[in-house]
Each structure stands twice: as structure tokens, then as C-alpha cells.
């Protein structure tokens, strides 16, 4: 196979190419290395560039004008050119790992090949000098790329033990990239020392690399991947806990295999794909309500794997509504009041969400056809204006206390809900009269307690 890849160069942006003449000039080498290798042989530009070369760090500082020397320890200077951030990293040599997470000591070297042979797989272990369109490849990294084949640098068990982040990059590849794992390798992602050093992998890279896994065309790929080797049983061992659960007619079809094809099914962002692929994991616990058991399984799984704040809510309140029963028989007002309970703002990612897992069924024609027809029927709602929170009303907290000589107190705020159910349940009573009217005939009989 031909090293000569000059017509790759064309997709390198300019000021990479300054940063390799740049280094030249000097009497030093600047490669493309990594992932951006990978992607352009694969046919697109990379999203970043990462530059290494044989200056050391310090020397790199004082060949550009503007540098941020952050991280320079570790052999990186950031080189700013019209104010885009360039890394530029001084070759490094494989030192020892005793944490499973970063190498003890960083040790400098003059070698490209040594510097390869540090990095995880075969096809992120690629270099090209773009001043001379060469491609470095001591590893037959662009064999496997063309194959489809994700392979581990060296003796893979090895690798997996010094870093626990390399078996679910692995898994997150096999997904992205769309590759199968050489199977010495998929051996050695499952071993026990392999997990051994994964679960010393911090819940933040975790997730990381599970939103990473997302933007493949099928992020399933993935999870399988971390099913096989017994990372998922680590990290999320909720959804494996659903395998075998409700069985279909297949031998693979049952809770697990479903919620992994609603997550291919699921057109949306990552978040939204997390929804998909963790809904269902309530059915492993004997519930009645299997939506709000998983809301509350995937409350903890999204805290342990330190998803925000906004992200679990936004999550768990996609799945505890994702079990709708619509039916035609449902009248305007419970149109009105589911979308009360579901809030407008979130109608869009549940529709998607439950078509996703309406497209997962055997045959879910029927509930495909049901979510369209809530849909059409919540459009006509929200066209005619309905009032969907005490806001909407025609008459507001301080009409109620001046007209009916109120003070401030919760009963203001407790008769604007139950307006707000009467408008509900009959929009035309959304007039100011008609709301004073029933407001003192609420104050005249408080609900029962
Ligand atoms: P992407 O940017 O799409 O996540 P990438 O391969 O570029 O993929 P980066 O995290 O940007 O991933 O890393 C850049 C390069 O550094 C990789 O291509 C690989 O050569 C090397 N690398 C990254 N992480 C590791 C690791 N844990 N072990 C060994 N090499 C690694
Ligand atoms: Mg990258």
C-alpha cells in the first residue's frame, strides 16, 4: 500500500501546514497524528488537528508568537494562529502506568514510531508528515481502518491494563466507526485485569464516552460491545438486569434487546438517546408502574454517572411519560391535561421518543398511528390558545384579591388552580366574569381536604 498521501493534504487546514513549515524551518519535524489521521484517510477533515513533532517543548514555545503553555509538562504547547488553538505535543515515549489512568512519568523521544506505539489502536496510530504527504503507519493501522477492523497497539491485554479508558473507547469506536473488534482484542477487553483497571475509570469519562457512542448511526453497537466484555454489567448493571426480561418469540427479543433498538430507532440528540436506551430498565423490578420505577432507576444511574442537574430532569421526565394511552376516546380536556402534565416544552423529544420505541416493537404500527393522532389533536389545542397554567387565565392573583377583598395568601394561589381546572375542562369559561363568579362560589365551598 502506498505511504504517498499528498492528496490528502489538500483537506489540511493552512495553518496546520504553517505549524509543520514552521518546525521545518527550525530544523524539527511536525506531524498530523491520531485521530485526524484516521478521519482523513477515511475520507473527511478531522474536527481537531493535533500536531506532534521532535522540538521539545520549550522549543516550540519560542518558535511561534503566540503560544499558551499550558500543559507543557506533559509536552504540549498550545500554538494560537488567528486565534484558533492549535496542540502541538514533543513526541512521548510509553512510561510505566500505576494508576490504570495516566502514565507515571512523561519521557520525551525522538522516534515518531515510539510515540505510535503508545496510542490505543491501530487506526489512531497513524502519522502524516504533511510537508512531504507521508503516511506513517507502523502498525497497519490503514489495513485495519479499511477493513473495519478496531485492533489494539501490541499485546492488547497489556494495554487494557495500563489504561481502563482504552476498553470503552474501544466499545465507543466499534459504534462511531462502525468496525467490528479484532477478536484477540474483544478477549482482552473482557479480562478480568482489564475490568480490574475500568473500574478505576472516573464516572465522568464514562459518560463521556457513552454520549460519544451516541452520535453513531447505530449507538447500539456499542452497548453491545460493553455487554459482551462485561463493562456494561460495570457501569449499568440496571440494563443488564433486563435481559431475559418479557421474552418475545426470538431468542433476543425481550426488555434489553428492545430498549437497544428504540435507541437505534431514536432520531435525536444524545440526551435523547440516553432516554431511549435506559426507559424500560423499571421492568426489571416486579412494578406496576414501569415508567416511574425506570424514572426513579435512572434518577440513581444518571447521578452516578454525574449527568447535570437539567440532564437527569430532562431525562427522567421523558420516561415517566413515555407510557401515554392515548386513545381516540380521550376528550379535548384530557388532551388539555396530559399536556399540562407533560409540559408543551417537552412534547417534541417525546414524540420522538415514543416513536422510537414504537419503530423497536414487533408491531407497533398501531401505536405509531396512535402518537400521531395525539399529535394532531395537541396541535389543534395549543392553535386555539388553550390555558395550560394559571398564567393563561383572564384574570390574574391581584383581581382576585381586589375584587373579592382577599389578602395575600395560598388561597389565592390554590383558587388559580382550580380556575385553571374549570378552564380545563371548558375554555369558554376563560372570561374574567366567569371566573370571579366561580372564584367566590370556590371560596363559599373549599375542595375537601
Ligand atoms: P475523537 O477525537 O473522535 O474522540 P480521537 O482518536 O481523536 O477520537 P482523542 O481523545 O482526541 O481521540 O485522542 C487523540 C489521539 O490520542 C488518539 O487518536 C490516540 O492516538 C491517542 N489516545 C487518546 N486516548 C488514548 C488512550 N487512552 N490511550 C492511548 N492513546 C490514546
Ligand atoms: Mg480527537
Not at 523521544?109 to 497513524?126: E, G, P, Q
Not at 476498553?167 to 462511531?176: C, G, I, K, M, Q
Amino acid at each position: 500500500m502506498s505511504t504517498d498521501v499528498r492528496h490528502l493534504i489538500d483537506l489540511v487546514p493552512e495553518d496546520v501546514l504553517d505549524i509543520c513549515r514552521r518546525l521545518r524551518e527550525k530544523g524539527k519535524r511536525g506531524w498530523i497524528v491520531g485521530g485526524c489521521v484516521r478521519d482523513l484517510l477515511r475520507g473527511g477533515a478531522a474536527k481537531d488537528w493535533d500536531v506532534c513533532t521532535d522540538a521539545r517543548p520549550e522549543e516550540v514555545v519560542s518558535f511561534f508568537r503566540k503560544v499558551i503553555p499550558t500543559g507543557i509538562q506533559h509536552g504540549t504547547v498550545t500554538v494560537v494562529l488567528r486565534g484558533v488553538h492549535y496542540e502541538v505535543t514533543t513526541l512521548r515515549g510509553e512510561g510505566a502506568y500505576s494508576d490504570g489512568r495516566r502514565p507515571d512519568k512523561v519521557e520525551f523521544v525522538d522516534d515518531i514510531t515510539a510515540d505510535l506505539a503508545r496510542r490505543d489502536f491501530t487506526f489512531n496510530a497513524m502519522a502524516i508528515d504533511p510537508i512531504d504527504g507521508h503516511l506513517i503507519d507502523p502498525f497497519g493501522g490503514r489495513a485495519d481502518l479499511e477493513a473495519r477492523v478496531l485492533r489494539a497497539v501490541g499485546d492488547a491485554a497489556e494495554r487494557f491494563f495500563e489504561d481502563g479508558l482504552r476498553v470503552l473507547r474501544a466499545a465507543r469506536f466499534s459504534a462511531t466507526l462502525e468496525c467490528s473488534i479484532a477478536p484477540d482484542t474483544e478477549a482482552a477487553m473482557g479480562a478480568p485485569r482489564s475490568l480490574d483497571t475500568f473500574r478505576r475509570v472516573s464516572a465522568e469519562r464514562v459518560r463521556d464516552e457513552w454520549m460519544k457512542a451516541m452520535s453513531a448511526t447505530k449507538p447500539s453497537v456499542a452497548f453491545e460491545a460493553m455487554r459482551r466484555t462485561g463493562l456494561l454489567a460495570i457501569t449499568c448493571p440496571e440494563l443488564i438486569a433486563t435481559l431475559g426480561i418479557e421474552p418475545g418469540a426470538t431468542q433476543d427479543d425481550d426488555a434489553y434487546h428492545r430498549a437497544l433498538a428504540s435507541l437505534d430507532a431514536c432520531a435525536g440528540t444524545p440526551l435523547l438517546r440516553v432516554a431511549a436506551l435506559l426507559h424500560d430498565v423499571g421492568k426489571s423490578r416486579d412494578a406496576g408502574d414501569t415508567a416511574r420505577a425506570s424514572a426513579e432507576m435512572v434518577e440513581a444511574i444518571l447521578a452516578r454517572l454525574k449527568f447535570s442537574n437539567d440532564e437527569r430532569a430532562r431525562v427522567t421526565a421523558l420516561i415517566r411519560h413515555h407510557v401515554i394511552g392515548y386513545s381516540s376516546g380521550w376528550t379535548d380536556a384530557a388532551v388539555r391535561r396530559w399536556i399540562r402534565r407533560v409540559t408543551p416544552e417537552l412534547l417534541p423529544d417525546l414524540y420522538a421518543l415514543c416513536e422510537a420505541i414504537a419503530r423497536a416493537k414487533r408491531d407497533g404500527t398501531a401505536d405509531l398511528q396512535a402518537i400521531d393522532e395525539l399529535r394532531h389533536r395537541v396541535s389543534g389545542v395549543l392553535a386555539a390558545g388553550a390555558a395550560l397554567s394559571t398564567r393563561d387565565l383572564k384574570l390574574n392573583g391581584r383581581d382576585l384579591m381586589t375584587s373579592l377583598g382577599l389578602a395575600p395568601s395560598r388561597l389565592i394561589g390554590e383558587t388559580l388552580e382550580r380556575l385553571l381546572e374549570l378552564v380545563t375542562d371548558d375554555p369558554a369559561s376563560n372570561e374574567r366574569e366567569t371566573l370571579l363568579t366561580a372564584a367566590r362560589a370556590m371560596l363559599a365551598a373549599p375542595p375537601a381536604p
